[in-house]
């Protein structure tokens, strides 16, 4: 069986921010669904487009499988302060819920350790290799590209490359969400600590993690393998 793709539509940062305002302030799917129709409504027009929008949104903060996890309660913590915090704590979650930004983040971090732009097409035959040809996933690229440069994440050099921008993050509560997503995703069994604060998923935010604040953290557990102290997470 194939992959889900599902990121049809570029997703700006403040409807992610006021899809979680709604969703933490309502038990009701119902109601959750009428207000961020009617936020949406003013930035687009479409029916569909809208229906799409949404059901991405809701994807990420409401249906996702961290909805009912110690991973929600955590980014509900986290998600105050400055744009930054939420930006990251957005980005976690939009991992979580869609491997296909995973996996293109995963990949424009990885060539950021060497240079600090990417092409399109270089982005597009790297993916097509990992997911196959498939249409839809031609498109979900753009679309993704264009969340990522609404971000702020990216920037366009010239048509067709992009240059990787950073981002700082200080609150220690937006990292452990970070940390407990990545985990909670299973691409690794555990991570080395210098690992972790280099991680190519989260590409644009630079962030300091010291072992005294790893083992003050309840829900990252550490534990030693081949000698080495490494991290894994009970979420």
Avoid at 59 to 78: E, K
Avoid at 91 to 115: E, R
Avoid at 164 to 174: L, P
């Amino acid at each position: 069986m194939s992959k889900m793709i599902g990121l049809s539509r570029p997703i700006k940062r403040e409807w992610l921010d006021k899809t979680f305002e709604i969703v933490s302030q309502s038990e009701n799917e119902r109601e959750i669904i009428k207000k961020l129709s009617e936020f949406l409504a003013f930035e687009i027009k479409s029916s569909t487009n809208l229906g799409k929008t949404r059901g991405i949104l809701l994807r990420i903060w409401l249906h996702s499988s961290a909805a009912s996890s110690n991973i929600y309660s955590a980014a509900v913590t986290a998600f105050k302060g400055n744009e930054t915090n939420k930006l990251a704590v957005n980005w976690a979650m939009i991992a979580l819920s869609y491997p296909v930004f995973y996996d293109m983040c995963d990949l424009i971090g990885k060539i950021s350790i060497v240079q600090d732009t990417f092409t399109t097409s270089w982005i597009k035959e790297k993916l097509l290799s990992m997911w196959g040809e498939r249409s839809t996933l031609y498109h979900s690229i753009d679309k993704i590209l264009q969340t990522l440069k609404s971000f702020g994440a990216i920037e366009s050099v010239k048509t067709g490359t992009y240059k990787i921008r950073k981002f700082q993050i200080t609150d220690s509560d937006t990292v452990k969400v970070m940390l407990m997503v990545l985990l909670a995703l299973n691409k690794k069994a555990y991570y080395e600590v210098p690992e972790l604060s280099a991680l190519p998923l989260y590409f644009p935010f630079e962030y300091n993690i010291t072992l005294e604040w790893l083992h003050n953290t309840q829900e990252l557990r550490l534990g030693n393998f081949g000698g080495k102290i490494v991290v894994a997470a009970e979420v």
